[in-house]
């Protein structure tokens, strides 16, 4: 069972690292070498692009409105990274599936890849516009204060556009449309694995919970066992000494 734990426990820390090293490693590149809105393909592939956007908001460019909406959703990811560095270590304590911990630690990296964004690259990086690379640590200060600043976003994957074949009229349709990073990704490969294999995952902890049940029932059963052997044995104590016997000591010391 320990060493279970401790795969699970090296597997977590594992994949936080890995997923936050090449999130924020690959968003600094981006940042710090390519305009805002600039675009290039990926080993000539029309179809898998680093476009560099950025978006306030939530995952895949999606947008929460306002000052207060992005200082909510920013708390909001805040909270939830504690819940889920909570829920981690109670699955390795409880002897989960390593598929499940992983599952969630890819989630968790995610959410803290984001957060990070959000939290410090609003003080650290001048901003970004059409025909200006932005720079680090720039003299003037950043361009947002803390947990106001924008998410990087980058990977870009137009695999398919048109009207298909027809339906849509004159409007064309474009798959797949939104543009992303490395922890919205994490995020989203975590969600697919644990619906993937739920049952799996969760067979097995529901089976720990069997057999806890049965272990608390055989311990139930032993002490109501040794219960019964005293109460027995009281019995027999008091079927072999006799009224008589109490009553003849007395008559001794007399």
Sequence with gaps: INSVKSKSTYVSIGLVFLVLLIDQSLKIWIKTTMTYNQEHLVLGLDWF???FTENPGMAFGMELGGDYGKLALSLFRIVAVGFMVYYI?????QGAHVGLVASISLILAGAVGNILDSAIYGLIFSESHYHEIATIFPEGGGYAKFLHGKVVDMLYFPMYEGNLFGLLGERNFQFFRPVFNIADASITLGVIIILAFQ??????MD???????????NNTETVMTETSNVAIAESEIMETTTPEEFDGSDSDDD
């Excluded at 270590?89 to 304590?93: D, N, P, T, V, Y």
């Excluded at 049952?199 to 097995?204: D, G, I, Q, V």
């Excluded at 089976?207 to 029932?217: E, G, I, Y």
């Design 89 to 93: 270590r109670l699955l390795i304590k």
């Design 207 to 217: 089976k720990k919970d069997d057999a806890n049940v049965v272990d608390d029932s």
């Design 199 to 204: 049952k799996r995952f969760f067979a097995n």
């Design 49 to 51: 692009r680093l476009h």
